[in-house]
């Protein structure tokens, strides 16, 4: 079965960082490109960025860049999402996403079960 | 990357149809055929119903369907039924700085 599981969740502070985690099962790994996609409580969708795992080559969102990290570990066939210096307002569901091989645009049909990350101020 | 706008909430009876729609730009869904929509139930992940406008993947049923005209993508759900009551996106390919847009979401409720 093709998969997506992703890290448990956190509870953090302020000012910490954290890495989350996302392992593909079932598929090959490194042909798809991964894609993170936040969700704030009680709010929708937001793409955040995403990686090749085949040679790391990353695009963020410009409301993510700078704050956020994307790398992948191909080996471990798992994908990092990663903050130096959490806020508050990062609070929010994180899901990693893998697309559909049937179209050119990035539809997802596989996501990971979500990470939640509870950060106090 | 300002989101596609999606009206905030549907209603409809079970048995009727009702169609959520997704205006975007010719940046994104008016430019491309590349929209498309997903299903998400509280707690869970999103579910991928359409893709490329009106593509439906494996498993999902004919009673969903996606169509475009010029900026603004549709989603119609046939038939109905209690399990349809979630919140849908769409999203759409665009031409700007970020390959993926979303829109802000619908709530769908099945009265």
């Known amino acids: 079965e093709v998969q997506l599981v992703q890290s448990g969740a956190e509870v953090k502070k302020s000012g910490e960082s954290l890495r989350i985690s996302c392992k593909g099962s079932?598929?090959?790994?490194?042909?798809?490109?991964i894609s993170w996609v936040r969700q704030m409580p009680g709010k929708g969708l937001e793409w955040m960025g995403r990686i090749d795992p085949s040679d790391s080559y990353t695009n963020y969102s410009p409301s993510f860049q700078g704050h956020v990290t994307i790398s992948a570990d191909k080996s471990l066939s798992t994908v990092y999402l990663q903050w130096s210096s959490l806020k508050a307002s990062d609070t929010a569901i994180y899901y990693c996403?893998?697309?559909?091989?049937?179209?050119?645009?990035?539809?997802?049909?596989?996501w990971g079960q979500g990470t939640m990350v509870t950060v106090s101020s | 990357q300002s989101a596609l706008t999606q009206p905030a909430s549907v209603s409809g009876s079970p048995g009727q149809s009702i169609t959520i729609s997704c205006t975007g730009t010719n940046s994104d869904v008016g430019g491309y055929d590349y929209v498309s929509w997903y299903q998400q139930h509280p707690g869970e992940a999103p579910k991928l119903m359409i893709f490329d406008v009106s593509v439906r993947p494996s498993g999902v049923s004919t009673r969903f369907s996606g169509s475009k005209s010029g900026d603004t993508a549709s989603l119609t759900i046939s038939g109905l039924q209690a399990e349809d009551e979630a919140d849908y996106y769409c999203s759409s390919f665009t031409s700007s700085n970020t390959p993926v847009v979303f829109g802000g979401g619908t709530k769908l409720t099945v009265l």
């Open positions: 079932g598929h090959s790994f490194s042909i798809y490109r």
């Open positions: 996403a893998r697309p559909t091989w049937d179209s050119f645009a990035d539809s997802f049909d596989i």
